[in-house]
């Protein structure tokens, strides 16, 4: 039979790490447990459980930036007055991840570990700016969101370090904020495509600074930045915007799987971007 055990403090944890090298860290475990179901041999590994430990808990204004608990569920993260005023782009995002339930066990550190292609958090962390938390008993370190991914599935955390908290900077001025997720049907849908975008038109109608985030369309999340600069600057008109989708339809790269085809991904990815330019307004 599994052991199953619950650490009342981080350094509990540790100790409990370093008996049982083994364990596997769970949180809400919407993906893990899904993950050790599907196994065909058994798997009898101690599960530690993070969801008792304050240090992973909560949702603060540290002064200069948004600390959000690994193990703060979805439906806290949404509900949250400082992180709904902070990133409401991350909101939208997790507001489409499952349903009530899975939203209510699912946390947004179990989001970013999975670091799934298609994990619907990825995008506006990136965009935000977001930096990871990781402890060990060797100490603290910090990563930007998009060195803490590493490839589907793969993050650079190493043995017996876990992530506490995801760190946010406080909200910029950015008016024209989209996340949106094409799946196969309206709700409980893995994103064929996300898209996440940010933009600041200036009142002579010319775009100031823009950030753009695809899931689903390579291996871990993809930003053009090439394409971020080369917008600043520049007026949203028709050629710009045509323009614009056809550099993203080129710098994706998209995998064909059971859910879409590339070229699908590649088409509605660009489709995302436009929708996005066309509907900012000053
Ligand atoms: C029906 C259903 C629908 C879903 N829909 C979506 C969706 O639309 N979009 C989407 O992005 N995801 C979706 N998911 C996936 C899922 O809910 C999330 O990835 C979830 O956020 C994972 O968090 P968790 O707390 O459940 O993680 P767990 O399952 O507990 O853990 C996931 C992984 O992260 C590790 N881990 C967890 N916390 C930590 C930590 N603090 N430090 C180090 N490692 C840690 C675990 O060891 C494990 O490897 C869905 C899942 C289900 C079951």
Redesign the pocket.
């Known amino acids: 039979m599994r052991a199953v055990l619950k650490p009342a403090s981080l350094e509990e944890l540790f100790y409990q790490l370093d008996r049982r090298p083994e364990a596997?860290?769970?949180?809400?475990?919407?993906?893990?447990?899904?993950?050790l179901r599907s196994k065909p041999a058994p798997d009898d590994r101690p599960l530690l459980l993070?969801a008792d430990l304050d240090e992973?808990q909560g949702i603060k204004d540290t002064g200069n930036e948004i600390s959000i608990g690994?193990?703060t569920?979805?439906t806290r993260l949404i509900a949250d007055p400082l992180s709904r005023h902070h990133a409401p782009l991350l909101i939208r995002?997790a507001r489409?991840?499952?349903?009530p339930?899975?939203?209510g066990?699912?946390?947004?550190?179990?989001?970013?570990?999975?670091a799934?292609p298609?994990?619907?958090?990825?995008p506006p962390l990136y965009l935000l700016g977001a930096e990871v938390e990781?402890a060990s008993r060797q100490g603290r370190r910090r990563l930007p969101i998009a060195e803490f991914v590493a490839g589907p599935g793969r993050t650079r955390?190493h043995n017996r370090?876990?992530?506490?908290r995801i760190l946010l900077p406080h909200a910029e001025n950015f008016p024209s904020q989209t996340f949106e997720?094409v799946?196969l049907r309206r709700s409980?849908?893995?994103?064929v495509t996300s898209f996440a975008g940010m933009a600041r038109l200036s009142a002579a109608g010319i775009l100031e600074e823009v950030r753009f985030a695809w899931g689903s369309v390579a291996p871990t999340v993809v930003r053009l930045l090439g394409l971020e600069a080369e917008l600043v600057g520049a007026t949203l008109d028709r050629d710009t915007i045509r323009n614009a989708a056809e550099i993203v339809r080129q710098g994706v790269s998209p995998v064909d799987d059971i859910r879409a085809t590339a070229d699908y991904r590649r088409r509605v990815a660009g489709n995302l971007l436009v929708r996005f330019l066309e509907g900012i307004h000053v």
């Open positions: 596997l860290l769970m949180a809400g475990g919407t993906d893990l447990l899904i993950r993070l992973l690994a193990a569920t979805l995002a489409t991840i499952g349903g339930a899975v939203r066990m699912a946390t947004l550190g179990g989001n970013i570990r999975t799934s298609a994990g619907d958090s990825l990781l955390l370090e876990i992530v506490t997720k799946g409980l849908a893995v994103a």
